[in-house]
T-cell receptor
């Protein structure tokens, strides 16, 4: 059974700092990995999707990397802003079966302070 | 463009009662999902559907039922509600791994 872990569970940084969020998964037979953002009282918004054949994806100040063999992904946020405060979740899709069934991590709650 | 609409946003249910959480999407996506999120936990898949008339169990299906009579609608039915079903429920739709989530239903069973 796939297990997805995110460390740390919570993180507080001052505005302007660069930061890294970590995601690890136990079964490397994945189709892709996604990073989502969740704001309080709202649904999830997809940030980045990395196919299993890719090493990284970038969108603006966000960069996600994937090392499938070691079961790890990182989300790098450059020059953090208070608007980045949210919970960030990673999720993996399995290689076999219904590929779109996601297994989620428990999330990292990020607070960017002024 | 409404995306995925969930109703109600909040609800308090008594133990043993039943209710249906509604989910509608307007993007013509074939794939739809129901997840629950407990405090401090990730989302767990309850049921999913790959198209109208086709549904299947996820990781935590006990105590729930679904139907998918149209592409747009994917209601989740709770029968004989229990306190363990207190959670936030999210509906999502997807096409080519592009997911759209609803804003959630916060359900409390007392």
């Amino acid at each position: 059974k796939q297990e997805v872990t995110q460390i740390p569970a919570a993180l507080s940084v001052p505005e302007g700092e660069n930061l890294v969020l970590n995601c690890s998964f136990t079964d490397s037979a994945i189709y892709n990995l996604q990073w989502f953002r969740q704001d309080p009282g709202k649904g999830l918004t997809s940030l980045l999707l990395i196919q299993s054949s890719q090493r990284e994806q970038t969108s603006g100040r966000l960069n996600a990397s994937l090392d499938k063999s070691s079961g790890r992904s990182t989300l790098y946020i450059a020059a953090s802003q208070p608007g980045d405060s949210a919970t960030y979740l990673c999720a993996v899709s399995p290689l076999t079966g219904t590929a779109s069934k996601l297994t989620f991590g428990t999330g990292t709650r990020l607070q960017v302070t002024l | 463009n409404a995306g995925v609409t969930q109703t109600p946003k909040f609800h308090i249910l008594k133990i043993g009662q039943s209710m249906t959480l509604q989910c509608t999407q307007d993007m013509n996506h074939n794939y739809m999902y129901w997840y629950r999120q407990d405090p401090g936990m990730g989302l767990k898949l309850i049921y999913y559907s790959v198209g109208a008339g086709i549904t299947d169990k996820g990781e935590v299906p006990n105590g729930y039922n679904v139907s998918r009579s149209t592409t747009e609608d994917f209601p989740l039915r709770l029968e004989l509600a229990a306190p363990s079903q207190t959670s936030v429920y999210f509906c999502a739709s997807a096409e080519n791994y592009g997911y759209t989530f609803g804003s959630g239903t916060r359900l409390t069973v007392v």
